[in-house]
């Protein structure tokens, strides 16, 4: 499990940290509000958006049901003009394989197009154990590959910080690696861009090889799409001889007319623009024209196992847009990091313990990590169902875990279970429950024992009622009283 | 009509008073209102916490009680979401094809409040008075469960005498979320805390929820926060009439 961040404390501890940095949660605020505006805005722009998101969510399904068949046609394809295609059954295979691909170049040093895939698989790590540094190129995976620090959401990874936070860290760290940043560099979002600028040029002209990701890869063509906003990647994709492309399994369109529908949907749903400033699409090798060796690593890292589950397999729609991120109440308050997988907010809680199994109390936790409002199903461009997955995964966490806690709620939720199986048996917990309301009268109450105690640190607890509804209703309309 | 309700088990052993809002209203409209005694609990909270399996019980009590009606009414958009959406699911779960007939049949009977005034009865105006400055959270399941949409809001703004509120951020969670305020008590509270702020922020008496477990979390939060802020349920305010005061 290189490179995954699953050592973390599970979701509720590493949540309530997060919670109590009013800095994060001001700077989290700020910025999911301002994204989740701008989508709902462009959004609204179209009268076929319900049609559009079917479409995706429907092309997407089909893909997924012939993954094999696409994928063959895939590399046939990308063969056919000259790239290689490998194929990697987890991160360590990637990681072995883009390595060796680095070291055949005879290169030290690559320049990278964000990509999720090789942060999945923690392929920075791996390159810098074999003598290769990768150099993040994009603003916001400059800042924290800068800060040695983690992403923390899958658009904006340094959204949990505000400019004056990027400024010290560049201050502090660019020199280290290359160009250092201006001395008199201020908190000026113009400046900042600048100072980046600088310290990326000289990597983009040193660099002979480009590692990327790809948003879409067409199995008809043979081609790779990536969608980005500042035109790193199109200088990663042109200017290097050499260009290695790390792609999931699911990424797959039939054909090249798909990327119609996915081109409207993911800019709209993910920076809440129209279109993207670039988008690039690179088809095998041409002569004098961009990269002269092309290879896509195409990565499983547990896909084929999630897209054997019926119901879960529906993640593997995602298209990585993060508008169940920004639309997440839970996501809003806890920050990325809380979810310690590269893919946080509610499609990490969806995919992670798909990819990684419930095994780990951390990837436990993550089905818990919702309210199941519904926000995120309503966003999703490709209508992921992700509070039933949600359900679905804590059902399969219940069926495999067997810890003493876990032995516990089950215990507990069986006793329950046999009370609300049956109105006799709940009439007589409730006749119960009421002398205890006429003990405490209508008051609240402020103080339970512990696991209650988790509700009433902050909040009172309502104290049973004297008399049910059941037993109102058997004396005032039944006439039987009390005898049931 | 003939209407069965549908109490909840929430509603029936900690807030009783808003199935007794809930009764009055209906009787008001002339429904003849049944309780089936068999009833216990949607399930929902097993089923929400994985606990598929013993979620079952609660689904087989509730098609037993409710089978046949041709209305049943809940004061609950959470629990009629649950039974209109996860029934189907613990049925199958269950591979009882007998059981997942059975809620075939009795789930599209059942309906939220609301639903069942504005959809089934046709009515907005209930006859209702009320003279206080409130504010309304629209529930999350009611909202993109059920896909309510304003009809709670409609019945509201018809009450004679109310101050209907807009509530800031009305459509994000309360925080709630079943045994997530448990499980995650830091975040549910934050998310609360946040939510009651903006219902300060209004200067509403009342806070006004269709659902009883929203309010029990928003209103555990209020009282501790002692700002003399009450929670209510819808059905508590369409309940009330000129005649009482």
Redesign the interface.
């Given at each position: 499990m290189s490179g995954v961040d699953l050592g973390m404390p599970a979701?509720?501890d590493a949540?309530?940290q997060a919670?109590?940095d009013a800095q994060l949660?001001h700077n989290l605020g700020r910025a999911t509000n301002t994204i989740r505006n701008k989508r709902a805005a462009v959004v609204d722009e179209l009268d076929d958006w319900e049609q559009l998101r079917a479409s995706g969510a429907a092309i997407k399904a089909h893909t997924l049901s012939r993954l094999d068949t696409y994928l063959e046609q895939f590399e046939s394809a990308v063969t056919a003009v000259g790239g290689t295609v490998h194929w990697a059954r987890d991160a360590a295979e990637a990681n072995r394989i883009v390595t060796d691909l680095v070291r055949e170049t005879g290169e030290t040093e690559a320049v990278k197009v964000k990509s999720m895939a090789t942060q999945e698989i923690g392929l920075n790590e791996a390159l810098a154990s074999a003598g290769i540094s990768a150099w993040e190129t994009d603003l916001a995976e400059l800042i924290v590959q800068l800060d040695e620090d983690r992403p923390s959401h899958i658009l904006v990874p340094a959204i949990h910080r505000n400019r004056s936070e990027i400024r010290e860290i560049f201050r502090r760290e660019m020199a280290g690696s290359g160009t250092p940043a201006p001395t008199d560099l201020t908190a000026d979002p113009v400046q900042l861009a600048e100072a980046a600028r600088h310290h990326l040029r000289d990597k983009f002209l040193r660099a002979n090889v480009a590692i990327s990701g790809a948003n879409f890869a067409v199995a008809e063509t043979g081609s790779l799409v990536v969608v980005e906003s500042e035109g790193n990647g199109r200088m990663c994709l042109t200017m290097p001889e050499h260009l290695i492309s790390v792609v999931g399994i699911e990424k797959l369109v039939p054909s090249w007319r798909d990327l119609e529908v996915f081109l409207q949907l993911l800019p709209r749903s993910s920076t809440g623009e129209r279109m993207n400033p670039y988008t690039s699409v690179w088809n095998g090798v041409t002569e004098g024209d961009g990269p002269s060796s092309f290879h896509v690593v195409l990565l499983d890292n547990g896909r084929s196992e999630a897209l054997a589950d019926e119901i879960g397999s529906q993640a593997l729609r995602c298209i990585r847009c993060s508008a169940c991120l920004n639309v997440c109440?839970?996501y809003e308050?806890?920050g990325g990091h809380a979810y310690g997988s590269v893919y946080p907010g509610p499609i990490g809680a969806v995919l992670t313990p798909q990819l990684y199994g419930v095994e780990s109390e951390d990837t436990a936790s993550l089905?818990?990590?919702?309210?199941?409002?519904?926000?995120c199903?309503?966003v999703c461009p490709v209508a992921i169902e992700i509070p039933?997955l949600l359900?679905h995964?804590?059902?399969?966490?219940?069926?495999e875990r067997k810890g003493w806690f876990d032995r516990l709620?089950?215990t507990a939720?069986?006793g329950?279970?046999?009370?609300?199986?049956?109105?006799k048996r709940?009439g007589r917990a409730?006749r119960i429950?009421?002398l205890g309301g006429r003990l405490f009268g209508r008051r609240?109450i402020?103080r339970l024992p512990w696991?209650?105690s988790?509700?009433t640190?902050?909040?009172?607890?309502?104290a049973?009622?004297p008399?049910?509804?059941?037993q109102?209703?058997e004396r005032n309309?039944t006439g039987n009283g009390d005898e049931? | 009509m003939r209407v069965a309700l549908f109490?909840t088990?929430l509603?029936?052993?900690?807030?009783?008073?808003a199935?007794?809002a809930t009764l009055r209203v209906l009787e008001r409209l002339g429904c003849t209102v049944e309780?089936p005694?068999?009833?216990?609990?949607c399930?929902q909270?097993?089923?929400?916490?994985?606990?598929?399996e013993?979620?079952?019980?609660?689904v087989?009590?509730f098609v037993a009680?409710f089978e046949g009606y041709d209305h049943v009414v809940a004061p609950s958009g959470s629990c009629v979401g649950s039974i209109r959406h996860?029934h189907g699911?613990v049925a199958e779960?269950s591979g009882d094809r007998k059981l997942s007939e059975a809620v075939g049949r009795v789930s599209p009977h059942v309906h939220e409040l609301s639903e069942f005034l504005v959809d089934v009865l046709g009515v907005t105006d209930v006859g209702a008075y009320f003279p206080h400055r409130v504010t309304y959270h629209p529930t999350?399941?009611s909202?993109?469960?059920l896909r309510v949409g304003d009809k709670p809001r409609r019945l509201l703004s018809e009450v004679r005498g109310i101050r209907l509120l807009e509530l800031p951020e009305a459509?994000?969670?309360c925080?709630?979320?079943?045994?997530?305020?448990?499980?995650?008590?830091?975040?549910?509270?934050?998310?609360?805390a946040d939510k009651t702020r903006h219902v300060r922020e209004t200067g509403a008496e009342v806070l006004c929820a269709s659902d009883s477990s929203c309010l029990?979390?928003l209103?555990?939060?209020l009282?501790?926060q002692r700002e003399g802020i009450r929670t209510m349920h819808l059905a508590e305010i369409l309940a009330g009439t000129e005649e009482d005061r």
């Amino acid at each position: 499990m290189s490179g995954v961040d699953l050592g973390m404390p599970a979701f509720p501890d590493a949540a309530r940290q997060a919670v109590r940095d009013a800095q994060l949660r001001h700077n989290l605020g700020r910025a999911t509000n301002t994204i989740r505006n701008k989508r709902a805005a462009v959004v609204d722009e179209l009268d076929d958006w319900e049609q559009l998101r079917a479409s995706g969510a429907a092309i997407k399904a089909h893909t997924l049901s012939r993954l094999d068949t696409y994928l063959e046609q895939f590399e046939s394809a990308v063969t056919a003009v000259g790239g290689t295609v490998h194929w990697a059954r987890d991160a360590a295979e990637a990681n072995r394989i883009v390595t060796d691909l680095v070291r055949e170049t005879g290169e030290t040093e690559a320049v990278k197009v964000k990509s999720m895939a090789t942060q999945e698989i923690g392929l920075n790590e791996a390159l810098a154990s074999a003598g290769i540094s990768a150099w993040e190129t994009d603003l916001a995976e400059l800042i924290v590959q800068l800060d040695e620090d983690r992403p923390s959401h899958i658009l904006v990874p340094a959204i949990h910080r505000n400019r004056s936070e990027i400024r010290e860290i560049f201050r502090r760290e660019m020199a280290g690696s290359g160009t250092p940043a201006p001395t008199d560099l201020t908190a000026d979002p113009v400046q900042l861009a600048e100072a980046a600028r600088h310290h990326l040029r000289d990597k983009f002209l040193r660099a002979n090889v480009a590692i990327s990701g790809a948003n879409f890869a067409v199995a008809e063509t043979g081609s790779l799409v990536v969608v980005e906003s500042e035109g790193n990647g199109r200088m990663c994709l042109t200017m290097p001889e050499h260009l290695i492309s790390v792609v999931g399994i699911e990424k797959l369109v039939p054909s090249w007319r798909d990327l119609e529908v996915f081109l409207q949907l993911l800019p709209r749903s993910s920076t809440g623009e129209r279109m993207n400033p670039y988008t690039s699409v690179w088809n095998g090798v041409t002569e004098g024209d961009g990269p002269s060796s092309f290879h896509v690593v195409l990565l499983d890292n547990g896909r084929s196992e999630a897209l054997a589950d019926e119901i879960g397999s529906q993640a593997l729609r995602c298209i990585r847009c993060s508008a169940c991120l920004n639309v997440c109440p839970v996501y809003e308050r806890a920050g990325g990091h809380a979810y310690g997988s590269v893919y946080p907010g509610p499609i990490g809680a969806v995919l992670t313990p798909q990819l990684y199994g419930v095994e780990s109390e951390d990837t436990a936790s993550l089905p818990y990590a919702s309210t199941l409002c519904g926000a995120c199903y309503d966003v999703c461009p490709v209508a992921i169902e992700i509070p039933e997955l949600l359900v679905h995964l804590r059902n399969r966490t219940v069926r495999e875990r067997k810890g003493w806690f876990d032995r516990l709620s089950s215990t507990a939720m069986r006793g329950l279970g046999w009370v609300f199986g049956d109105s006799k048996r709940l009439g007589r917990a409730q006749r119960i429950a009421s002398l205890g309301g006429r003990l405490f009268g209508r008051r609240g109450i402020g103080r339970l024992p512990w696991p209650l105690s988790r509700w009433t640190d902050a909040r009172d607890a309502p104290a049973p009622a004297p008399e049910s509804f059941r037993q109102w209703w058997e004396r005032n309309r039944t006439g039987n009283g009390d005898e049931r | 009509m003939r209407v069965a309700l549908f109490a909840t088990c929430l509603g029936d052993t900690l807030f009783p008073g808003a199935v007794r809002a809930t009764l009055r209203v209906l009787e008001r409209l002339g429904c003849t209102v049944e309780f089936p005694p068999g009833q216990t609990c949607c399930g929902q909270m097993h089923t929400n916490t994985g606990y598929h399996e013993q979620a079952v019980p609660a689904v087989r009590s509730f098609v037993a009680a409710f089978e046949g009606y041709d209305h049943v009414v809940a004061p609950s958009g959470s629990c009629v979401g649950s039974i209109r959406h996860q029934h189907g699911i613990v049925a199958e779960h269950s591979g009882d094809r007998k059981l997942s007939e059975a809620v075939g049949r009795v789930s599209p009977h059942v309906h939220e409040l609301s639903e069942f005034l504005v959809d089934v009865l046709g009515v907005t105006d209930v006859g209702a008075y009320f003279p206080h400055r409130v504010t309304y959270h629209p529930t999350c399941h009611s909202l993109r469960m059920l896909r309510v949409g304003d009809k709670p809001r409609r019945l509201l703004s018809e009450v004679r005498g109310i101050r209907l509120l807009e509530l800031p951020e009305a459509e994000q969670c309360c925080g709630f979320g079943g045994t997530f305020a448990l499980k995650n008590p830091d975040v549910s509270v934050a998310m609360g805390a946040d939510k009651t702020r903006h219902v300060r922020e209004t200067g509403a008496e009342v806070l006004c929820a269709s659902d009883s477990s929203c309010l029990m979390h928003l209103g555990g939060l209020l009282d501790r926060q002692r700002e003399g802020i009450r929670t209510m349920h819808l059905a508590e305010i369409l309940a009330g009439t000129e005649e009482d005061r």
